[in-house]
């Protein structure tokens, strides 16, 4: 286990995906760095840079509104505090990880956040505004992000 990881019970491990280790301090809404960094294996660091360059690229060439904002100096130059879907889907898709939707129009919820309703293995699990690593049932992330039990899983990224 990484020195940057305690483990609590229900099967939580707190985990900043090597944050601290990179240097940063304070609060920040870098969940998708985060659970990159821990699924991927990635240092914090790394995944960082790969993921402000995919949305310098993204800022650059989108004409979304929120890549026009972002261009026009607003918020949404940094991953450190949220990194948009078509950002993280197409860095996990280049880099070969599989995308599987649990939750359809009209089908509610299915999966819960919960590692024995999740398979095996490595993957990031996308639920209500937030990413978060599951490494072999494992939840790993900052705080319990489960809601007890209950909170659906949306779909989730595997290799």
Do not use: F
């Not at 990484?2 to 609060?27: E, L, Q, S």
């Not at 979304?64 to 450190?80: F, I, L, N, P």
Request: hydrophobic letters at 35%; glycine letters at 12%; a positive charge.
């Amino acid at each position: 286990m990484k020195p940057h990881t305690t483990i609590k019970p229900r099967g939580i491990v707190i985990d900043d995906g090597g944050r601290a280790d990179a240097g940063y301090t304070g609060t920040a809404g870098d969940c998708v760095t985060r659970a990159i960094a821990i699924a991927l294996q990635q240092d914090y660091e790394t995944t960082r840079e790969h993921l402000m360059s995919a949305m310098g690229n993204w800022i650059a060439t989108s004409r979304s509104r929120a890549a026009k904002h972002a261009r026009a100096g607003g918020r949404g130059r940094s991953v450190r505090n949220g990194v948009p879907k078509q950002v993280y889907q197409a860095y996990l898709s280049n880099v070969g990880w599989n995308w599987t939707p649990t939750m359809h129009i009209g089908s509610g919820c299915t999966i819960h956040l919960r590692g024995d309703e999740l398979p095996p293995g490595r993957l990031i699990a996308r639920v209500s505004r937030h990413l978060v690593a599951v490494v072999d049932g494992m939840i790993h992330d900052t705080s319990d992000p489960t809601r007890g039990g209950t909170r659906c899983v949306y779909g989730y990224w595997t290799q």
